[in-house]
């Protein structure tokens, strides 16, 4: 790819609730980007974003969109009509990760450890079949935002209902005991692992994104075997959800040795707290250095279309 001579579009902001994260990690990825001596346009996303791509004349588009219409498929299935190579994954793949019943269910198919589950559809009854504690979460939904650890009868209506108001689709999760750590995956090799220890009893909006909150540990401390299981179940998720780029897994890890895959993230965070550049440095590669790799694996479902 001939990147010199290309203007890069920076898609950020977007319109989702993980709007202002999303201005962040587009702002860090844009200058680094203008380090490494591309042309780079930063565009905050709103609904006119198929003309302002045209008017703008973008060769390649940088996705920073985190959340809905930038993780689930949307602005990907934009960009294949325009004819805009992209990064992450592609229309398929965003929208089976960015789903995370969809996500489990796959999970499942191809036999990858995931904590045993539920669904709950707003407007509905169900009975809860899964015991206390429980881990509750919008179905469509990132940066922890109306995710709760339940751990009795009292607790359970006001954490379905705050999820409830960020999906229709509610999963709950049986809380598994253990580690969390984060898995990103350079194609079909993974970084080192970062261990996520924060000081609060859960790693919520404000232990991700507040300087102080978390510890980090990276490379963290397994042994040879659970490195190996950690490495091998990420690589299964990469290719059973159609993962492209350079995403992140999330695991726990549980006292047997067991990971537990809860999701792929297809657009990591790239602030001064996130998890990727962390497994990136801690195996030499510079935080401009990743902008930049991730730029080159930019491209179209259908590359074919670019010759039409």
Known sequence: MDIESKKVGVLMGGLSSEREISLITGNAVASALRRKGINVLEIDVGHNIASEL?????????????????????????????????TGSGVLGSALAYDKIKS??????????????????????????L??????????????????????????????EDAFSYSDEVLIEKF?????????????????????????????????????????????????EEKAACEEVSIKVLRALQGRGIPRIDIILDSKGVPYVLEMNTIPGMTATSLLPMGASSAGIEFDELVFE???TAQLDYPEAQKQ
Request: glycine share 8%; net charge negative; hydrophobic share 40%.
């Open 294 to 296: 991730i730029l080159m």
């Open 104 to 129: 489990k269910e796959i999970f499942i198919a191809n036999n990858i450890p995931t904590p045993a589950y539920q669904i709950f559809y707003k407007g509905s009854t169900a009975v809860r079949t």
């Open 131 to 160: 015991d206390f504690p429980l881990v509750v979460k919008p179905n469509r939904q990132g940066s922890s935002l109306g995710i709760h650890i339940v751990k009795s009868e009292e607790d359970w209506t006001p954490a379905l």
């Open 176 to 224: 598994i005991e253990g580690r969390l750590l984060a898995v990103g995956m350079r194609q079909s090799k993974a970084l080192p692992i970062v261990e996520i220890r924060p000081k609060s009893e859960f790693y919520d909006y404000s232990a991700k994104y507040t300087s102080g909150e978390t510890q980090y540990i990276c490379p963290a401390e397994l042994t040879a």
């Open 54 to 86: 045209t008017n703008q004349g973008v060769d390649i588009a940088f996705l920073a969109l985190h959340g809905t219409y930038g993780e689930d498929g949307s602005i990907q299935g934009l960009l294949e009509y325009a004819r805009i190579p992209y």
